[in-house]
């Protein structure tokens, strides 16, 4: 399955380190989304990108930083991260026609902050 | 205070038998509920949706049935196949109209073990 596509798919990185995690997708959508997985909870939405457009944050701490150049893209700056922001970040697309509206997740990258 | 609900953290099924998964919800807000598939070291894949206007939507082996009343999905997979083994996500997505920006909230998800 290549439709949503994520890099890296494991990153460690320091807690003063700056990196970006990258999501593409293939599958002409207008919407995309990055989640978070923490171990034994739920997946937990981060933000929402509707036609390039946020649309949703949901309260994410601002180390977390979302860019969506167009609606093909989405990028996950991350800087200055805590521990506790290790997890499984995902990525998503879907329609985005505000509706009913199924979303396709990508593998994922695995973050450990150390 | 978590809207979407899957209380049997794990669930354990001979192959050929059926799996029954459930997921409760609280907010009579939501109108489309899915289900999602995942593997270890893996996204989730999408397995099969239903809207509030409907109460049971069936593809191949799996049926998801949906009791609006009870604010209760079911998925159910007959047979069941060792490849099926899993971890298994519902997910709800609130009416349009709402603020809907096309937001799921996800359970936590039920480990499903189907022994050969």
């Known amino acids: 399955e290549t439709g949503v596509t994520q890099t890296p798919r494991h990153l460690v990185m320091g807690m003063t380190n700056k990196k970006s995690l990258k999501c593409e997708q293939h599958?002409?959508?207008?919407?995309m989304y990055w989640y978070k997985q923490s171990a034994k909870k739920p997946l937990e939405l981060m933000f929402v990108?509707?036609?390039?457009?946020?649309?949703e944050n949901n309260s994410v701490p601002s180390r977390f930083s979302p860019e969506c150049p167009n609606s093909s893209h989405l990028f996950l700056h991350l800087h200055t991260l805590q521990p506790e922001d290790s997890a499984l970040y995902l990525c998503?697309?879907?329609?985005?026609?505000?509706?009913?509206?199924?979303?396709?997740f990508g593998p994922g990258t695995r973050l450990t902050v150390l | 205070d978590q809207q979407v609900k899957q209380n049997s953290p794990s669930l354990s099924v001979q192959e050929g038998r059926i799996s029954i998964l459930n997921c409760d919800y609280t907010?009579?807000?939501?109108?489309?509920f899915l289900w999602y598939k995942k593997y270890p070291a893996e996204g989730p894949t999408f397995l099969i949706s239903?809207?509030?206007?409907?109460d049971k939507n069936e593809d191949g082996r799996f049926t998801v049935f949906l009791n609006k009343s009870a604010k209760h999905l079911s998925l159910h997979i007959v047979p069941s196949q060792p490849g099926d083994s899993a971890v298994y996500f519902c997910?709800?997505?609130?009416?349009?109209?709402?603020?809907?920006?096309?937001?799921?909230?996800f359970g936590q998800g039920t480990t499903l073990q189907v022994k050969p």
């Open positions: 990108y509707n036609f390039k457009e946020q649309t």
């Open positions: 998503a697309s879907s329609q985005g026609r505000g509706g009913p509206d199924t979303q396709y």
């Open positions: 997910a709800a997505s609130p009416v349009i109209g709402s603020g809907n920006t096309g937001k799921l909230i």
């Open positions: 239903i809207s509030s206007i409907k």
């Open positions: 599958l002409g959508h207008n919407a």
């Open positions: 907010n009579s807000m939501f109108d489309y």
